[in-house]
């Protein structure tokens, strides 16, 4: 019963590729981000999405775009792929006053 | 922008003594998280200390508050081996909006058997 789950775990792929992570949460939760994680551990909230609306837009390339198509799911989509998009990206999902569920993280590389 | 900040970097004890690391931030917040992440892992949540509290316990954990000085204290006792992980310390995100949170550097910590 896996609460936060994103796939794929890795994901390789070159220069100038468009890629997509998906997420899902079965924990009836309102709220869903994205962070990246960088090769220091340093985690920087990239999106966040409360009843499929944005919320929360730190200040990332227009490359990445979050898309949900339900509360349920929260999917990453990046384009053009560039060598410094390389980290490790986690889900979570959260109810407001609550902690955070991560799920397992995706780390890609670009190559 | 980050809002948290672990202190220290990096930590090595014997297995069965007491870890301590702690955590300032910048700005008012009506909470403060502390997280937990083993290698090559997702984080998982410890415990969530209100701005109205000042201490808090979950089993081997003890976090402190300290909103006059602006800092946490996540205490570890009797340490064990799987123990061995970074820990995180969380503040809502500064920025507005719901309940995003930002994170900082993270305690990198070590039990020797």
């Known amino acids: 019963d896996t609460a936060v789950s994103q796939t794929p775990k890795y994901l390789v792929t070159q220069m100038g590729n468009d890629k997509s992570i998906k997420c899902e949460q079965n924990?009836?939760?309102?709220?869903m981000y994205w962070y990246k994680q960088d090769s220091k551990k340093f985690l920087k909230i990239m999106f966040s999405y409360n009843n499929k609306e944005l919320i929360i837009n730190e200040t990332v390339p227009n490359r990445f775009s979050p898309k949900s198509p339900d509360k349920a799911h929260l999917n990453l989509h990046i384009n053009s792929l560039e060598l410094g998009d390389s980290a490790v990206y986690f889900c979570a999902s959260s109810q407001l006053g609550y902690g955070y569920t991560f799920g397992s993280g995706t780390r890609l590389t670009v190559v | 922008s980050q809002q948290g900040e672990e202190d220290p970097q990096a930590l090595s004890i014997q297995e069965g003594e007491n870890a301590t690391m702690n955590c300032s931030y910048k700005t008012s917040i009506n909470n403060l998280q502390w997280y937990r992440q083993n290698s090559g892992r997702g984080l998982v949540h410890l415990i969530l200390?209100?701005?109205?509290?000042r201490e808090k316990h979950s089993g081997r954990l003890r976090v402190t508050l300290d909103t006059s000085k602006k800092s946490s204290s996540l205490l570890i006792t009797a340490s064990r081996a799987a123990d061995t992980a970074s820990y995180f310390c969380?503040?809502?995100?500064?920025?507005?909006?719901?309940?995003?949170?930002?994170f900082g550097k993270g305690t990198h910590l070590i039990i020797q058997p």
């Open positions: 924990l009836g939760h309102d709220t």
């Open positions: 969380a503040t809502p995100y500064s920025g507005g909006g719901a309940d995003g949170l930002t």
């Open positions: 200390i209100r701005s109205n509290e």
